[in-house]
């Protein structure tokens, strides 16, 4: 039979009287309240001895899957998606011929340009 380690059966190895207290349910914590743009609140514990730019200004709410704010009067606003545009619609929002032609000569005109700085002719 293999044996090792001067641990006490049953003790956590590591832990001692010093200490414990800065850690796990001992640990001294503040409580922090963030709301989301639907008014869900959502509560977050830090250490006490974390600094205060440490905790973070904003989280994502884990009920609605908005940003939180600790601002209880003004939270953040809720994001704006685009709806999905199908091929169809890009298609009509594809520029005019004539729109087209006029960008493809601007472009070469400024290649003509720069070509003409970099090497004379």
């Known amino acids: 039979m293999a044996s090792g380690g ?8 590591g832990a001692g009287p010093m200490g414990e207290q800065d850690r796990g349910y001992h640990a001294e ?3 922090v309240s963030y709301w989301d743009a639907l008014g869900n ?11 205060d730019e440490e905790i973070p ?11 939180a704010g600790r601002d209880k009067a003004n939270p953040p606003s809720v994001v704006k998606l685009e709806p999905y545009k199908t ?7 594809r520029r005019t011929e004539e729109e087209a032609e006029s960008l493809l000569e601007e472009a070469l005109q400024q290649l003509r340009v ?4 970099i090497a004379p002719n």
């Open 29 to 31: 914590r503040i409580k």
């Open 87 to 93: 091929h169809l619609a890009y298609v009509k929002e």
């Open 6 to 13: 001067s641990a006490i059966r049953g003790s956590r190895v």
């Open 41 to 51: 609140e959502t509560v977050r514990y830090f250490a006490a001895t974390l600094p």
């Open 114 to 117: 720069r070509r003409g700085k």
């Open 57 to 67: 200004v904003t989280i994502d709410c884990p009920s609605s899957g908005l940003p």
